[in-house]
């Protein structure tokens, strides 16, 4: 087991190599619509590519989901296969949040043998979530404010 700092240290080394291999501005935060961005996740166990809708009004967010939701088959026939779609999805904070996301299961940040395979695994996936997203951003959206 690693100390908090040694934790810290190797998640830091992870991202920088990371940023390494793929370098490149991802789209993140920068999605043009408040609340509504695109996350890496990685822990001892996994891996995961997500689409958070985080806005605080419910209906706003849900409007947001449905489209995403809208666009499913799409969105799992042409870029991306094994979406799980949580309309309601409740972070460690309490607050509920709407999120799709894509997992790779048994791997680990702590394991360096395992941080190709996350990275080929992040830059696939998210790669795919922005061009589908620059492709339907028109649509997305489009919804009632």
């Not at 087991?1 to 190599?17: A, G, R």
């Not at 992040?122 to 009632?144: C, P, S, T, W």
Request: aromatic share 18%; net charge negative.
């Amino acid at each position: 087991m690693y100390s908090k700092e040694e934790n810290q240290k190797l998640k830091h080394e992870f991202w920088v190599e990371f940023a390494q291999k793929y370098p490149r501005k991802w789209l993140l935060y920068d999605t043009k619509i408040k609340d509504f961005s695109f996350k890496f996740y990685v822990e001892n166990t996994k891996a995961q590519v997500h689409i958070d809708i985080e806005m605080r009004n419910n209906e706003l967010r849900l409007q947001y989901f449905e489209k995403l939701v809208a666009l499913k088959n799409i969105l799992e026939e042409e870029f991306i296969k094994d979406l799980v779609f949580e309309k309601n999805h409740t972070l460690e904070n309490g607050k509920t949040i709407s999120r799709i996301w894509v997992e790779k299961l048994n791997v680990s940040v702590s394991n360096r043998k395992y941080w190709d395979e996350i990275f080929d695994f992040f830059n696939e996936k998210m790669n795919a979530i922005e061009i589908f997203y620059l492709e339907y951003d028109d649509f997305i959206k489009d919804v009632e404010k």
